[in-house]
Each structure stands twice: as structure tokens, then as C-alpha cells.
């Protein structure tokens, strides 16, 4: 079971950061405005690699907003995207949101 979540929390990353780096025609849009999307998605990868790497959880965090920064900063190179302070505090805070949940769950 943890190698399916964790298959499935990578693969998520995975498309997460395809439709963050990616040309915005392929991004899905959910109508929540910028932040709610951004927020839904972080949320879901945060969740699952929460629950995919549950003994690591301080680790997994710590990597999660790193990783949130990188992507962010990448956003200067892409076409057509930005690199904003805010999206990276929204997309942050939403993934520990999303580990967070992953430890109550198991709580």
C-alpha cells in the first residue's frame, strides 16, 4: 500500500508541477480563482505525501516548501508565467495544510 501512495504522491507532483511550469492551455481549471486552484492542488500533494511517507513527516515538509520555492523560481524561465512571492506562500502553506491532514488522519 505505501508504494501505491507513493507512486501516486510522485505522480502527482509530477503533474502539479506540469501544469505550474507548463503552457497554461494544458493547465486544468476548476474555477476557483488563481489561489483556490493553487490551494486544491498543493493541498492533494501535501495529503498524499503526507500519507506516503508518514514516519518522515518533518523531513517531508521541510523538503515540500523547498521544492514549492524551486518551482516558483522556474516560473521566470517559462513562457508566459510568473514568479510571485504570493503563489509560493499560498502553494506552501496549502501543502503543509495538506500534511498536516495526513497526520491527523493517522492520528
Known sequence: MTTVLRL???LLAAAVT???LG???FRPHFYLGQDGE???AFVLVGLAFGLAYSRHRLL???ISVVMIGVIE???IWA???HARFEDFA???LAALVGITAAAGLEW
Open 38 to 40: 493553487h490551494a486544491l
Open 90 to 92: 499560498v502553494d506552501a
Open 8 to 10: 501516486f504522491a510522485w
Open 73 to 75: 523560481i522556474l516560473q
Open 60 to 62: 517531508t515538509s521541510a
Open 18 to 20: 506540469f501544469a505550474t
Open 79 to 81: 513562457p508566459g508565467r
Open 23 to 25: 503552457p497554461a492551455r
